[in-house]
């Protein structure tokens, strides 16, 4: 089983759309949780992080997290065409000199107008 | 958040040979790391880059195919060396600080080996 479980769709959804994007992960040391975007043929840009289980939003973005289930989310509310980008989960397991991110395979997004 | 400058941004290489890719940060950074991303695949951790020591590098990963330098705190160099067609991806270099776990990403370098 990979450490980190992404479905790399593609997920393709109408201007406008609520988009759900998902990631599961095995290790329960995992204690950070990044979503980062990336537009075709640009590095990674960080979206945002949490620590704790919970919500946390940022304008149309909300990130999600359950330790329980091992199970986090980003949701994107009244998505925009500028929204298209693969949309990479990032995982970090905290202590010691383990500073280490590690990585789904990201989905692809596409927002058509 | 600290601002990357890698290159080159692109490259077409022949086998056999060798290429050295520079990450520059604007600001003094703790952590530096390099990654390659291949399609279809996660971005997978190459090393990472200890200013003053040596790299400290992954399974998979050797010192000998893929050198790395870190002079100072805000530079690193990765060398691909000996390519192959199998080299072919992009690399991308990664800062941190121990404070903030967001880390960010250079634009990454695509390189294609022939």
């Known amino acids: 089983q990979k450490e980190v479980e992404q479905d790399p769709g593609p997920l393709s959804v109408p201007e406008g759309a609520i988009v759900s994007l998902n990631c599961t992960y095995s290790?329960?040391?995992?204690?950070?949780f990044m979503w980062y975007r990336q537009y075709s043929r640009k590095g990674p840009e960080l979206l945002m992080y949490t620590y704790s289980s919970g919500n946390k939003e940022d304008g149309r973005f909300t990130a999600q997290v359950d330790k329980s289930s091992k199970y986090i989310s980003l949701f994107i509310r009244d998505s925009q065409p500028s929204d298209s980008a693969t949309y990479l989960c990032?995982?970090?397991?905290?202590?010691?000199?383990?500073?280490?991110?590690?990585f789904g395979k990201g989905t692809l997004l596409t927002v058509n107008p | 958040s600290a601002v990357i400058s890698q290159k080159p941004s692109r490259d077409i290489c022949q086998r056999g040979t060798s290429l050295t890719i520079q990450c520059q940060v604007d600001?003094?950074?703790?952590?530096m790391f390099w990654y390659r991303q291949q399609p279809g695949q996660s971005l997978t951790l190459i090393a990472t880059?200890?200013?003053?020591?040596?790299?400290?590098?992954e399974s998979g990963f050797v010192i000998d195919k893929f050198p790395i330098s870190r002079p100072n705190l805000t530079f690193s160099t990765l060398t691909v060396s000996n390519m192959s067609p199998e080299d072919s991806s992009i690399y991308l270099c990664?800062?941190?600080?121990?404070?903030?776990?967001?880390?960010?990403f250079g634009s990454g370098t695509r390189l294609t080996v022939v």
């Open positions: 880059a200890n200013q003053g020591s040596e790299a400290t590098y």
């Open positions: 600001s003094q950074v703790t952590m």
């Open positions: 990664s800062v941190g600080r121990a404070t903030n776990y967001g880390y960010t």
């Open positions: 290790n329960s040391a995992f204690q950070y």
């Open positions: 990032a995982i970090l397991a905290s202590g010691g000199s383990n500073y280490k991110l590690t």
